[in-house]
């Protein structure tokens, strides 16, 4: 997108801020330093009520929570909030779930403000699979069992445009992020795409957060686990040998005979 650039040039700022995936004590040092000199913080539906408290009463908070099938506040709207407080001279810490950079449509909002000749900045953040991949103390890499992260969107953009040939499978991992409401569809497109039904799978539902859970299965399962055990978004779906480690041994093959899927 173009640049513009005029002589009343706006003198705030857009920092787009990375608030990780739930424990406030994950935040970078660099975002909580912001967060306390903010004049606007507009955030999502992600970003906790322990990270907000850590902005002074003065600043004025927009929530712009997005759900899957209802958006409450619209894309351009939110580019528009950001441009015009930022216009007006304030400081705006647009939070951000994560890393605003995956899938975060950090990248949208950047092109947005520079073309309407607003200074951004760009804080990273823990993103979700490494915050659950730690708190699982699960690695996504691990020399005996995968060389190969991927991170993809279980939901954007219709699955079935999506090409994730080789994705998943030995020696790789596959993070799956927004996949929960998509599980079965999601399981019938890696095994027609040719990953074996036996790979292990895990659900890591509310990463880092005082009730995160880990639940371990087979691809062939993963719709199943997902009904029986009523999981909810947020949740990351983490395919590939990488999910038996950890503390998972047991519980994998636990879940795995419960779904019947080893002998
Ligand atoms: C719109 S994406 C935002 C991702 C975010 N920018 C990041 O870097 O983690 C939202 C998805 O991230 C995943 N997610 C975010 N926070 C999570 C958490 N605490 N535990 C598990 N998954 C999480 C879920 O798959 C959720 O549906």
């Not at 998509?182 to 795409?193: F, G, P, T, W, Y």
């Not at 371990?216 to 399962?221: F, G, I, K, N, Q």
């Not at 590939?240 to 019947?260: P, Q």
Request: with cysteine.
């Amino acid at each position: 997108m173009k640049r513009t650039s005029n002589s009343t040039a706006p003198s705030g700022k857009v920092y787009l801020v990375g608030a990780g995936p739930g424990d406030p004590d994950l935040l970078t040092l660099k975002a909580a330093k912001l967060l306390q000199r903010a004049d606007v913080i507009v955030h999502d539906g992600l970003v906790s009520d322990e990270i907000l408290e850590l902005a002074p009463p003065s600043a004025r908070r927009f929530s712009v929570a997005k759900k899957r099938s209802l958006h409450s506040v619209a894309q351009d709207e939110i580019n528009a909030l950001l441009i015009n407080e930022a216009t007006k001279g304030q400081l705006v810490v647009r939070l951000k779930g994560g890393d605003p950079f995956i899938f975060g449509r950090g990248g949208e909002e950047a092109d947005d403000c520079m073309a309407a000749g607003v200074e951004v900045e760009v804080v990273p953040g823990i993103s979700a699979a490494l915050g659950c991949a730690a708190q699982a103390r699960m690695p996504l890499t691990h020399r005996d069992a995968s060389s190969a992260v991927s991170f993809v969107a279980g939901q954007c953009k219709g699955l079935s445009d999506q090409n994730w040939s080789g994705l998943a499978g030995k020696g790789r991992t596959l993070v799956i992020y927004m996949g929960v409401a998509n599980a079965e569809a999601i399981v019938e497109k890696l095994i027609a795409d040719g990953a074996a039904p036996d790979l292990p799978v895990a659900v890591l539902q509310n990463g880092t957060r005082s009730d995160f859970r880990a639940l371990r299965t087979l691809l062939t399962d993963l719709g199943d686990l997902v009904r029986r055990e009523n999981v909810q978004s947020p949740a990351l779906l983490v395919v590939g040998d990488v999910a038996r480690y950890g503390d998972a041994e047991e519980k994998f093959m636990e879940f795995a005979e419960i779904a019947g899927v080893v002998a």
